[in-house]
């Protein structure tokens, strides 16, 4: 690290001038695995974990001060809305984070996303610092293609809120502006999905979610004040789907055109568990494996269970695995 970092010494650890923010609901299983792998991971660094409760009064899954060194504060309200009123919700509650922020770095974490290089704290930042990045952080996985590309999604996302004017952040989604478009469930449009061998039906619908952060990535993805980085997905699309996407261009590609922006090498392939296997989306940093999110775990009710359970007991595992 660099003579001119803000990095500096606080009781003995390093104080990385950094808040992790994240938003629960319903999330306490997930949270409390994360604060542990995070504390694992960074144990000589200090750091601020912010969590904002958006969970229901009554739950069951509500955080609480005894799970480790967080800060909680209450979430907004719940408010209906005609489209989307759940990523409304999270987006207003990263909003609230954001305005408890008082370090220059921001770490917008979601419950289940789950970092496990070491020292990544320590890493990050002095790469944003030397490299004056201003957002850094994982994009939409590629097989998402409703969402945005080539920009980070609010899954695990670093600021640099010395480059990146906290004012200009609004964490909700934008369906206002742009409403979902809505899938075409009639049987005739059924049976002539059975004839769409280059997937026509779903080209019409690439980048159009304005999903949590969409004002964000709409602010910031060509200002050239705010240099952005993206972790790279893995992700391995089948060779009919590669040779079908030749014919397209960027913006009506379902694979993303962009040399470099997926790997096809897993954490398996660097001795590591296959996350991906049971059901996570995996993201590398410099060809070395930096995190997994947990979304993508099957719908179907039993696998879940079953794929969480074994999602867990890896990470508990990697975590003791870490200290010998």
């Known amino acids: 690290m660099t003579e001119d970092t803000d990095i500096t010494l606080n009781a003995g650890k390093i104080n990385s001038d950094l808040t992790i923010c994240t938003v629960s609901y319903e999330s306490l299983d997930y949270l409390k695995l994360n604060i542990d792998l995070v504390r694992t991971m960074n144990s000589n660094i200090s750091y601020r974990y912010l969590v904002v409760e958006n969970s229901r009064q009554d739950s069951l899954k509500r955080v609480h001060p005894g799970i480790g060194d967080i800060e909680i504060i209450q979430g907004p309200p719940h408010r209906k809305k005609v489209h989307g009123s759940a990523s409304y919700h999270h987006g207003e509650g990263l909003n609230l984070g954001l305005s408890n922020i008082k370090t220059r770095f921001l770490l917008v974490l979601d419950p289940d996303f789950y970092i496990i290089l ?108 705010i240099k952005t980085v993206c972790f790279t997905p893995v992700y391995k699309p089948l060779v009919r789907a590669r040779l079908r996407d030749l014919l397209f261009p960027d913006r009506i590609s379902l694979l993303p055109k962009q040399r470099g922006y997926y790997s096809t090498a897993c954490f398996a392939d660097y001795g590591l568990p296959d996350f991906q296997g049971l059901g996570c989306e995996e993201f590398l940093w410099n060809n070395e494996p930096f995190g997994f999110h947990v979304r993508a775990f099957p719908k179907n009710k039993h696998k879940r269970h079953d794929s969480i359970k074994a999602i867990f007991y890896e990470i508990e595992k990697f975590m003791v695995n870490s200290h010998k």
């Open 118 to 225: 070491h020292n990544w704290i320590y890493k990050v930042i002095s790469y944003m610092q030397n490299e004056n990045i201003g957002i850094l952080g994982v994009p939409w996985h590629p097989y998402r293609y409703r969402k945005w590309r080539y920009f980070p999604a609010m899954h695990c996302t670093f600021f640099d809120l010395s480059v990146v004017p906290p004012d200009i952040l609004d964490f909700r989604p934008d369906y206002e502006t742009y409403p979902p478009m809505e899938k075409n469930f009639s049987v005739v449009r059924k049976k002539l999905k059975r004839f769409d061998p280059l997937k026509m039906h779903r080209r019409k619908y690439i980048g159009c979610s304005a999903d949590t952060g969409f004002r964000i990535y709409k602010r910031c993805y060509k200002d050239p004040e």
